[in-house]
């Protein structure tokens, strides 16, 4: 038989799990294609017309490239406007302009809206909604990919055919200022530009000036064909204190200044021009009400977009519309009335209203029609047999009542209503748009559905292989000593190697005959004859493979049996924990669980808080132990209750008045403060109820203190004096990070020493790693070990209650305290197996995460605090303590974890370890395998984008985090080898 060490089994299956999931990810979320170039008046169809007698209508499906051009390469449409200015103010939402609530707030543009001197509409983003990828909708007129959600903190130059390029290609001088992301995206089509980060979100003042104090040598200055002014405060006070912080109000104050200036300086100049400017106001994407941004709720896609001009003195413009349009019908619009093509991705539509109100209605009719031509171009790239179309059909009838129009027109002998006849085709223009858009749409997202299926079966192979080798120690307790076994042992020694080499041949043989296919040589992944697809098939082809040799080897030595009988030995709170981790996988399987998760979690903790208390009830301990239990359990509820108020959370209730929305109220700042110094004393409170060395206490009051001390310098909280602060905070936040970074320090410092004394004395026997009497006691590793593991545990803390925002200072407290009634009270009474308490710890840890805020939107991530103490972006710094942020809860949890199984398995500390890390990598391929098969399925669902994909980049997050703690875990295994523990990793 061959012996497989537990260690080498485990790491065998995290890196397989890894890749499989790298697979699947890269097959669900490719980069989507475009049709390369730059649309020029070449490829355009000449106006319907009727001459000598015989009507000249054009054949809708268009030319290929191979064949002469269409056009003449003339405008076909002389522009209305002369110049344009785009002010864009970042997460500027509909309501704030066309709503209620703000009417105050921006005076001005009101007024203008109200006296019918704008064209105004509410306009709406695609998700996700992030800058980057807005602004590739607005410039190109398509529908970025999810994915943008990742490449939006790297911004690459934009290659597609889009307006910046357009108007740059056409000898047009821009002029940028505002949010550097546009620099990265359009380098050398700016004659002048002055770029600011777009990630430094606690600088909502400055990031703002460096764009006013242009505006003015820019409107003096005639050399300009475009202003492009970006503005990002707004933004960044909303990622701070949401849309109803106080901040709010005077920044849209100040915005409306902004507006009221350019305006009138533009009715100004234009006296002088042949042709009046356009001035469009609008939103990249909005904010919800917690003041994030990325996810699909109509407070987040709903943006306003305004229109204004000098013309519209003269022709007076309208009230705002009730029909919504989209963000990417702005690209054609512009692209018509500057006298551009249309950019040849776009999916946009142009606005009717406008056009209406910019051209005569030949022109109209002229400019629908090329945009019907541009989106028939689009679908006749990207859909097979596109001469079938509803659309194309739509378009070909337009195009013959456009013709029949123009014959007519001006025919005085003509009976035809020539009014009706271009009412029809002005419809059917629009339908036919509305028809191809949404066709189009639709097959734009080419899943790799190989790589997809092959990191399935990665996973899933992952998942089997861990299920085999649960038996040798699912059935175990932690009383018994020595009982695991050391290896795996799967089937024969003289057949394996040969199973696995044919297994790895059959699998290059299918691979081979699947990329060889036409199903299979689109994946560019895994197919395309590049040195990167030859490796990734290669590790494919050996990983999976080896996976079939072991699983096969298992079968065909019966040992898929002992898995039936795995059970065997389970309490009834074992089969709980076990069905309640089945049962939340299963709820993944609809749209409505996925959207509001945290209730399978909150119902699961509370079924099983229920269960401690009935089992107290019915035990035969004193009297005095079961009350004991029961006032901890009702405690325990009540805590889980105040987490599920504080912040609420999922898709359908997220917008519902919880206590954190009452708390971050600016008349609410005593509240608040009250709470959070409370919220600190009861942190140290518990804190002390460890066993920790004077230092730690020391450093985790002066901590407190010093968070207490930056909140005050940043105006979240009040102190009866006054103290000295600097701007923002940022010198208190780093003398925090100081601190931090000194407990750190010495922690890591007192294990390198005792390491390197270990390593002193073994050297003098026989080598490093030979274990004489001058080992440590047993006292002496299990102190090394408990203090170890503490002073981890308190760093936690140091970083969640920096880490929160100020009024989730009481959710770092609550989750503290549950942990002490929980861990140091329930757990020591239940005596569990050590695999069920780290079930245990995941769910809490699942609670804890939900409890945040956190939900499957993207925009419950708390950006801001990837900025605590920086004065400028890094992106490394900001990136990882807004994932620290995010996950805080769910780490202190498994922080915790480690110091219940330091103190309660010190005697099997290392199998205990090794247990507790098999069931974190279970607990997560059991979701992931699943999960993957659902998203597969539902790729072409409705809420594919909103729900499925988002809840996907989680649970990959969660599952590579998992994978990362095991490592860390099992690196620590290693330190502990070294150290000297008598349970060496020969039994790993």
Known sequence: MVEIPRLLFLLICIGGQFFGLFLFLKGFFPIKSAIPGRATFYNIPPEPLYENGTAEILQPIPQSADKPPMGSGKMPIKPVYGRLVIMLIDAL?????????YRKDMPYLRNLIANKETLSFMAKAHPPTVTMPRIKGLTTGTIPGFIDVVLNLNSNELLDDNLISQMHMHGK???FYGDDTWMRLFPRQFAEADGTTSFFVTDYTEVDNNVTRHINVALENPKWDMLLLHYLGLDHIGHIGGPKSSLVPPKLREMDTIIKRIHQRLLVKDQDRNQPTLFV??????????????GASHQEIETPLVFLSSAFKTKQGS????????QIDLVPTLSLLLGLPIPQNSLGRGITSVLKHSFSLREQMRALQLNCHQLAMVLQENVEAPGTEQGLHHYQHAVRLHHSWLHHTGDTTSTINTDQVAGKAIDLYLKAMAGMKERIASSLTRYDVHAMGCGIIIIWQVLLMLLIGTPTWASHTHTIRGSLPSSLLIGPDCHLMSLVVGC????MVIQVMVCTTAYGESSELLCIGSWRAMVISQVFVFLCGSFCALLSSCILDSRLKNVLFVMEGWTNLDKLLVLGTIIHTLSLLASSFVEEEHQTWYFLTLTLFMTFALMAVVSVEPINRKVKVIVTVVAVCSLCRGLRAWNQTGIKWVNELDIGDWLVRPENRFYLSLIMLSSFCVIYSISLLHKQSLFMRIALLLHLGGVYWYRYSTGAVSLPFSLPSSQKGIYEARLIYLLILIVMGRTIYNHVTILYRKYQKTLSVKGPFHHSEHDFTKAERTALLQDHTMDQYILGIMLMTLLFRPHNSALAAMLVLLQYCIVGILLPWLQLKVWAVTLLHIWMAEVAFSSQGNSISLATIDISAGYIGLESYNAIIAGGLTFLATYSGYLLWILRLMVYITQHYSDRYISAIWESCYTLALSRALPIA????????ERYHLFVWSVFSPKLLYEASDTYLSIILTLGILCHLLMLHICGYKETLKTL
């Open 319 to 326: 009230e705002p519309q009730a029909e919504p349009i989209e």
């Open 93 to 101: 939402r509909a309501d704030f302009v066309l709503g209620d609530a």
């Open 281 to 294: 106001l609008c939103g990249d994407h909005g904010m919800s009400e917690t003041g994030s941004h990325g």
């Open 504 to 507: 790895c041949v059959v699998t």
């Open 173 to 175: 001088t821009i002029l």
């Open 930 to 937: 699943v999960y993957t098969i659902l998203v597969t399925i």
